[in-house]
């Protein structure tokens, strides 16, 4: 027998490697001989660059730098020969700024930034960005300052590339950041396709889980907008998948010349997802929170796709589900055999986080026996 474990990170519990562990733990305890194949996955968030360092038996490389809010922290990126892969969740990810230190208008993607220039420097030619559970809304600003852009003001001083500041810049010279990246592949891995501003875009849809309030809804995206066009880039405002992020795919696309792929679909390439799949018996995935938005472009629904395209059926663990019957219905017609809650509803959700990996594995291991 063989069975493919492909989970996702299990926010503030496991990361996808982890979890992919637990569950080639769990399968072994019933089924010692049982081949497995581990392959954790990401939709271009959290975990992203370490899912597709571990696909691509890469060597991961740790970098100094700042949080959302400039604050110093370590994180990294894989780097195998010329290639590297990056992920924006690692440095200025919203998980990493407690619920009530969060403050978008003073957030920024410079921390990005400053990984991206280390893997420059570590002499990669093809960067591989993953996009998703940004703290920020600067559209990308703060990622290009780290790389040698200047946001200036109508006295030639420099700006900081926050929200709050961002009526103060009058010009922005980006050429620096692009000499810095010439020569150089970027593609863009998010699970987003909303515009740069707009009623659909990174303000409107994204800004209020970040903590923006309605009217700075409304500034934010006025002068995103206004932005786009000093930089002589407003066709690039109302383009799919230009808002993801808080815009950083805006800055990386429009300035930077990256090209923008869906973050699982592109992963289940990288990783070799449907090679892994030939043969299979069974596909293990899962992540964190099982709702509605996990069949919208996500990492689990993705890999669903993908094995039930190969006939393979599948079992989902999430530690928390919570689906309706139409939903439930859509994985059912994906494949899945099952869904299994993997913690108890009456233990103390710090508890079921730390101890996540070991419900992980009793749970595989319960289902399996079943």
Do not use: Y
């Amino acid at each position: 027998m063989r069975i493919v474990v492909a989970p996702d990170s299990f926010k503030e519990s496991m990361t996808a490697v982890q979890a992919a562990r637990a569950m080639a733990a769990g399968i072994r305890d019933v089924l010692p001989s049982c081949a497995v194949a581990r392959v954790p996955v990401s939709d271009g968030g959290e975990g992203f660059a370490e899912a597709v360092t571990a696909a691509w038996g890469a060597s991961w490389r740790e970098v100094t730098t700042v949080d959302a809010l400039g604050r110093p922290r370590i994180a990294g990126f894989g780097l195998d020969g010329e290639r590297a892969v990056v992920d924006l969740a690692s440095s200025v990810g919203l998980e990493h700024v407690a619920p009530g230190e969060r403050d978008v208008m003073r957030s920024s993607t410079l921390g990005l930034g400053r990984v991206i220039a280390a893997a420059v420097d570590a002499r990669a030619r093809s960067l591989l960005i993953g996009l998703g559970g940004s703290a920020s809304n600067d559209m990308g600003l703060g990622m290009l300052v780290a790389l040698g852009a200047r946001c200036l003001d109508g006295e030639g001083g420099e700006v900081e590339p926050v929200p709050a500041e961002l009526s103060r810049i009058r010009s922005i010279d980006a050429e620096p950041a692009r000499r810095r990246l010439e020569g150089i592949s970027i593609t863009v891995a998010g699970d987003v396709t909303n515009p740069l501003t707009g009623p659909h875009g990174a303000a409107a849809v994204f800004g209020p889980q970040k903590g923006l309030t309605e009217p700075a809804i409304t500034r934010v995206d006025g002068e995103m907008a206004r932005l786009a066009d000093v930089l002589g880039l407003s066709q690039w405002v109302s383009r799919p998948g230009t808002g993801a992020a808080g815009g950083t795919a805006f800055a990386l696309a429009a300035v930077l010349g990256a090209q923008l792929a869906t973050g699982i679909d592109h992963l289940t390439r990288v990783v070799g997802l449907r090679e892994q799949l030939n043969g299979a018996d069974l596909l293990l995935t899962g992540e964190g929170a099982l709702d509605g938005q996990s069949l919208d472009g996500k990492a689990v629904s993705g890999v669903l796709r993908l094995a039930h395209e190969c006939r393979v059926p599948s079992i989902v663990f999430a530690g928390r589900v919570s689906m309706g019957v139409q939903a439930r219905r859509r994985l059912a017609d994906l494949g899945a055999r099952d869904i299994v809650q993997i913690s108890d509803p009456s233990e103390p959700l710090e508890t079921s986080l730390r101890r996540g990996p070991d419900h992980l594995r009793r749970a595989v291991a319960h289902a399996l026996r079943q």
